[in-house]
């Protein structure tokens, strides 16, 4: 998918974005997918106000790069918790301190996380296995 660089007003930097497709003829015309703008800069400067670039909240934007199939800038932070929705012990991208994707159901928990000193996260408690 074609990037494209764009200046953002909340983070003060150039940041990379793409465009999701419009959907193909054999979709409903209805149907909200599609022509969206997916941030590939999201992260934690991202911290609760308005996302410029899509007008949501910016944990809506970090919803859409995680589940879209698009490589973020920086990688993903990954802790490992059992997902309230599928129940497994699973992996979760970090959106931010307290809320995580799961890689396998695509599900959003709410997570205690604690940041550490490299930037990385682990998960501070959760359901035990
Ligand atoms: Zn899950």
Same mark, same amino acid.
């Given at each position: 998918?074609?990037?494209? @660089?764009?200046?953002?007003?909340?983070?003060?930097?150039? %940041?990379? $974005? *793409?465009?999701?497709?419009?959907?193909?003829?054999? +979709?409903?015309?209805?149907?909200? =997918?599609?022509?969206? %703008?997916?941030?590939? =800069?999201?992260?934690?400067?991202?911290?609760?106000?308005?996302?410029?670039?899509?007008?949501?909240?910016?944990?809506? @934007?970090?919803?859409?790069?995680?589940?879209? #199939? #698009? &490589?973020? *800038? #920086?990688?993903?932070?990954?802790?490992?918790?059992?997902?309230? &929705?599928?129940? $497994?012990?699973? #992996? $979760?991208? !970090?959106?931010? +301190? &307290?809320?995580?994707?799961?890689? !396998?159901?695509?599900?959003?928990?709410?997570?205690?996380?604690?940041?550490?000193? =490299?930037?990385?996260?682990?998960? +501070?408690?959760?359901?035990?296995?």
């Amino acid at each position: 998918m074609n990037k494209h @660089m764009t200046y953002c007003s909340h983070c003060q930097k150039d %940041v990379q $974005f *793409v465009v999701t497709p419009s959907p193909g003829h054999h +979709a409903h015309a209805n149907l909200p =997918d599609g022509s969206q %703008v997916v941030c590939l =800069d999201f992260g934690t400067a991202c911290d609760g106000n308005l996302c410029p670039l899509s007008g949501l909240p910016a944990i809506v @934007m970090g919803i859409r790069l995680a589940r879209s #199939e #698009e &490589e973020r *800038v #920086e990688p993903w932070s990954v802790v490992h918790a059992v997902c309230e &929705e599928c129940s $497994f012990p699973t #992996e $979760f991208k !970090v959106l931010n +301190a &307290e809320t995580g994707l799961c890689t !396998v159901c695509g599900s959003v928990n709410r997570l205690a996380l604690l940041k550490l000193d =490299d930037g990385s996260y682990i998960a +501070a408690s959760g359901k035990t296995p």
